[in-house]
């Protein structure tokens, strides 16, 4: 299941599906940089940087637990 959330650096994972420009892209790896930033590598290969304070709308597969 999916389940759209608003993230920041300090929330978005890997795996996370964030829509920039139009192009809804997976984030392969992370990498912290300096005051709280994070770079977003993206399975296109293409890399965003986002600061502390940016919010993204990402899409994460979460699990479903189904108790009879």
Known sequence: MLKVMAVNARTIRRGDIVRIDGVHSRVDNLLTLHGGSKGLIL??????????????????????????
Request: charged fraction near 25%; aromatic fraction near 4%; proline fraction near 4%.
């Open 43 to 68: 399975e296109d290969g293409r890399t965003l940087v986002i600061s502390p304070f940016a919010q993204l709308l990402a899409s994460r597969v979460c699990s479903v637990e189904i108790t009879r």
